[in-house]
């Protein structure tokens, strides 16, 4: 299969569903207006819209979709659980210690017997307020500790952990975290170079957490992505973290890796913090756990565990389909190598975005860890850096591929491939995302701000 465009995206079938949509569906539905196109199906690394057009998917459900669209191994594990059971709130089932024992193999060997397992609502957001109420009980401390930049969940507790202002500027919205920069070098929040510092933004917190008058009470954690992925896929660097963990370590306050996007073998290991060299004392994981399906899960040190029975509840933590498909899943890529595959065809797809950096002055910057990449482009000509990514979107997709924009202002082109991806679909996608990005760096051929449909 490749990708292949046959109509005006959006086609006249898909323009009837999203009128559809518009007409009864709240103002704050996000994916369609970036992506005009009503979904029909998937196989693999491509989605088929309403009107028959394939698309390369950069997207995969947000980073949920970690073996592509509709795996049949993943397919048959959920249909054969039909037949059995859906739900089954926290009683233990065949298909959820299937899938607990999964969930510990991933873990580095030296922590699989000192963790203790939380099965949350179905969404990332779940895990993090989760993670937060497990950090508060164990220290007794409330508050917490986060970055610029980093994305958490949009529920209320959550959002005060994010750093997107715009998200929370609510009526009565929660401000439970003290934000802290983040280890972006290539622009750098104190104006320091990699080169010259000493890892100041670190050395910036452990200043302001020993200072008897910082202002910032000790709180119950620290919580970080080590990838940022709303934030515009940024890597930290390895001294940040592993400064981070030894100030957290020498306090007593818990660190929290939110691992919702990083994890499951995006990066090209189980998860993103053994590429760190730290062990946190509490994950957050979800999206591509489940095969598809919706759950959420806290993996944390065993010492941590003092909730009494019934202290942290929720009616959808026992999907039997995702446990039945997520171990399935997790199988599936033991078995086939995906982690090397992560690697090898990340590395791949990076250095063809490098090279495509060297041609055009206006990408800043590639960056990124395993299957989790990220382009961050500069102003050009008459358009802002966000401007300039959604002229390469909107030409992307009139080629038949799909990625969404992050980081401020949306200056940056993310790319979240399936994670069996393969070496010629990633060649497939730097081909459109040259003819994109050369597009959009032609002079100016319409106004500026115009959709380019």
């Given at each position: 299969m490749r990708a292949q465009v046959l109509t005006e995206i959006p086609g006249d079938a898909s323009r009837k569903l999203l009128g559809e949509q518009a007409a009864v569906e709240s103002s704050a539905r996000a994916?369609?207006?970036?992506?005009?196109?009503?979904?029909?199906?998937?196989?693999?690394?491509?989605?088929?819209?309403?009107?028959?057009?394939?698309?390369?998917?950069?997207?995969t459900g947000a980073g949920v979709l970690a073996l592509g669209h509709n795996h049949p191994e993943l397919l048959r594990a959920a249909q054969d659980q039909l037949q059995v059971s859906t739900h089954a709130l926290d009683f233990p089932t065949e298909a959820k210690q299937d899938f607990t024992r999964a969930l510990l193999r991933?873990?580095?060997?030296?922590?699989?017997?000192?963790?203790?397992?939380?099965?949350?609502?179905?969404?990332?957001?779940?895990?993090?307020?989760?993670?937060?109420?497990?950090?508060?009980?164990?220290?007794?401390?409330?508050?917490?500790?986060?970055?610029?930049?980093?994305?958490?969940?949009?529920?209320?507790?959550?959002?005060?952990?994010?750093?997107?202002?715009?998200?929370?500027?609510?009526?009565?919205?929660?401000?439970?975290?003290?934000?802290?920069?983040?280890?972006?070098?290539?622009?750098?929040?104190?104006?320091?170079?990699?080169?010259?510092?000493?890892?100041?933004?670190?050395?910036?917190?452990?200043?302001?957490?020993?200072?008897?008058?910082?202002?910032?009470?000790?709180?119950?954690?620290?919580?970080?992505?080590?990838?940022?992925?709303?934030?515009?896929?940024?890597?930290?660097?390895?001294?940040?973290?592993?400064?981070?963990?030894?100030?957290?370590?020498?306090?007593?306050?818990?660190?929290?890796?939110?691992?919702?996007?990083?994890?499951?073998?995006?990066?090209?290991?189980?998860?993103?913090?053994?590429?760190?060299?730290?062990?946190?004392d509490v994950i957050v994981s979800s999206k591509a756990l489940g095969g598809g399906h919706p759950v959420s899960v806290i993996l944390y040190r065993e010492e941590f565990d003092r909730w009494q029975p019934a202290a942290h509840t929720g009616t959808f933590r026992g999907n039997q389909l995702a446990f039945a498909a997520g171990a399935a899943q997790i199988r599936v890529m033991e078995r086939d190598g995906v982690l090397g595959n992560v690697r090898e065809v990340g590395a791949h797809l990076e250095q063809g975005l490098r090279r495509l950096q060297e041609r055009y002055g206006f990408i800043g910057e590639v960056r990124g860890l395993g299957l989790m990449?990220?382009?961050?482009?500069?102003?050009?000509?008459?358009?802002?850096?966000?401007?300039?990514?959604?002229?390469?979107r909107k030409a992307a997709l009139r080629r038949g591929l799909i990625f969404e924009p992050a980081g401020r202002g949306g200056c940056v082109a993310r790319l979240l491939p399936p994670l069996n991806l393969t070496r010629e679909e990633a060649d497939e996608a730097l081909d459109i995302l040259t003819a994109a990005v050369a597009e959009a760096a032609e002079p100016a051929r319409a106004p500026r701000g115009h959709d380019g449909h």
């Open positions: 994916y369609p207006r970036l992506t005009p196109i009503a979904v029909a199906g998937g196989s693999g690394a491509y989605l088929t819209d309403a009107d028959g057009n394939v698309f390369l998917d950069f997207l991933m873990l580095p060997e030296p922590m699989r017997d000192k963790t203790r397992i939380h099965f949350c609502g179905p969404t990332g957001a779940d895990g993090v307020e989760a993670a937060l109420k497990l950090c508060k009980t164990h220290t007794g401390r409330s508050g917490a500790v986060s970055f610029h930049g980093g994305f958490h969940g949009s529920t209320q507790s959550t959002l005060g952990l994010t750093g997107l202002r715009a998200s929370k500027d609510l009526p009565g919205n929660p401000s439970i975290s003290s934000f802290f920069p983040y280890s972006y070098c290539h622009k750098c929040p104190i104006g320091l170079s990699p080169d010259s510092c000493s890892v100041n933004c670190i050395q910036y917190l452990e200043n302001m957490l020993n200072d008897p008058n910082g202002g910032t009470p000790r709180p119950a954690a620290v919580i970080l992505e080590l990838v940022q992925g709303e934030g515009g896929v940024i890597p930290a660097r390895p001294e940040f973290v592993r400064r981070l963990r030894d100030l957290t370590d020498e306090l007593g306050i818990p660190l929290v890796v939110d691992e919702v996007q990083t994890g499951c073998g995006r990066t090209g290991t189980w998860y993103a913090f053994e590429q760190y060299g730290i062990e946190p990449l990220g382009m961050e482009f500069a102003p050009l000509g008459p358009w802002t850096a966000g401007e300039v990514v959604d002229r390469v």
